[in-house]
């Protein structure tokens, strides 16, 4: 999924559950900057004090990616939850590690994810905790199938989109699309299969109907609307319980205008890029389509309004490739700080408790 989702729609979700308005940019905030945290850096500042921000994510031609542990430490955790199951794990020391690690929406390690979480409530991050769960648990859908590490699993050797894309490459590039497109796929399949790379960006179109054969000629066949409106409604249930901060068996349905008017947003923006997706929320949401009325929103990945300019401010030396900033204490109730923390936490329990659960050592 992308920024249109990860931000504007998680956004939605929030306030439709009941979060006021800030908590709910917090939330949205921290799920669309998983997919943009990639300082890995130790922060120094000039009092002595430092601090390790975790990475959450590697742009697809990072080298990073062709590093396993790096891949185990972020794509994982964060990005495709392995979906094993406890009913499988009978021989699991037999069963292939490739398979096992394949992501699966909705899982039992996704619902045990999303558990922890809820018991972390009244911490100072708990929304920035929510919003990177939310983000984890969202992709399970948009990545269910492929896995956050290099192998043939990821392999995809046909993939129908004729008819299907039609403003993703324009009549310019018509006639060199195919080779330009084989020759990127047979370099993921082969050098790098990794994540759903292979696949393009099919999987994270909320518009999109779609087809593709896996790596063992199984093809299948995916409606991103259906699949990501199941996606809308697992979310928003988990929003309301995290909000009522009980495990209420209270109904917890959306307004069905409000599900109306997600699921048009999904089918109706069809612009393969995700920024003009995601503006054509944001208008919407400023429009006031949504049952919790007319609310101006924006996110802000870089610059001085964003999450880690308020946090360290300007550099204000470099000394043998260390960059210092000035500490204040307003660093400790940062938003950046709050979210790296969750962060943090997220990391060390799924690959401290839940992945060992089920029998997977990932880190």
């Not at 983000?135 to 199938?145: L, R």
């Not at 018509?174 to 990127?184: I, L, N, P, Q, R």
């Not at 999987?203 to 990501?228: A, M, Q």
Request: proline share 3%; net charge neutral; aromatic share 14%.
């Amino acid at each position: 999924m992308q920024k249109d989702f990860h931000h504007a729609v998680i956004y939605v979700l929030s306030r439709l559950a009941g979060f006021e308005k800030k908590k709910a940019e917090i939330i949205a905030h921290s799920s669309q900057y998983v997919d943009d945290e990639v300082r890995n850096d130790v922060v120094y500042f000039d009092t002595g004090a430092i601090y390790k921000p975790i990475c959450s994510s590697h742009k697809m031609f990072d080298q990073r990616n062709f590093n396993v542990l790096a891949n185990h430490l972020s794509w994982m955790p964060f990005h495709f939850l392995p979906g094993d199951r406890l009913d499988l794990l009978k021989n699991a020391a037999q069963r292939d590690f490739e398979e096992r690690v394949v992501c699966i929406k909705d899982s039992p390690i996704a619902r045990d994810m999303i558990e922890e979480c809820f018991k972390q409530r009244g911490t100072p991050h708990f929304l920035h905790r929510l919003g990177v769960t939310l983000h984890v648990y969202a992709d399970t859908w948009a990545h269910q199938k492929f896995s956050g590490i290099q192998s043939a699993v990821n392999k995809v050797k046909y993939l129908d989109d004729k008819e299907l894309l039609p403003t993703i490459f324009t009549k310019v590039i018509d006639a060199v699309k195919d080779f330009f497109v084989s020759v990127a796929r047979v370099f993921i399949n082969e050098v790098m299969p990794l994540g759903h790379g292979a696949a393009l960006t099919y999987p994270d179109l909320p518009f999109l109907t779609w087809k593709y054969r896996d790596y063992k000629g199984t093809i299948h066949t995916r409606n991103n609307v259906d699949e990501f409106m199941d996606a809308v409604h697992h979310l928003y249930t988990f929003l309301v319980k995290c909000r009522r901060e009980s495990g209420t068996s209270e109904d917890c349905s959306l307004n069905e205008k409000d599900v109306q008017a997600i699921r048009t947003c999904f089918a109706n923006f069809t612009d393969e890029n995700g920024d003009i997706r995601h503006q054509k929320w944001i208008d919407s949401i400023a429009d006031g389509i949504f049952s919790f009325g007319k609310e101006q929103i924006r996110y802000t990945e870089s610059g001085k309004s964003s999450w880690e300019y308020l946090a360290l401010g300007d550099q204000i030396k470099c000394i043998k490739g260390r960059t210092y900033y000035k500490f204040t204490d307003d660093f400790m109730t940062s938003n950046w700080k709050f979210f790296h923390d969750a962060l943090s936490d997220h990391q060390y329990f799924m690959n401290r408790q839940i992945f060992p659960k089920y029998q997977l050592c990932l880190a």
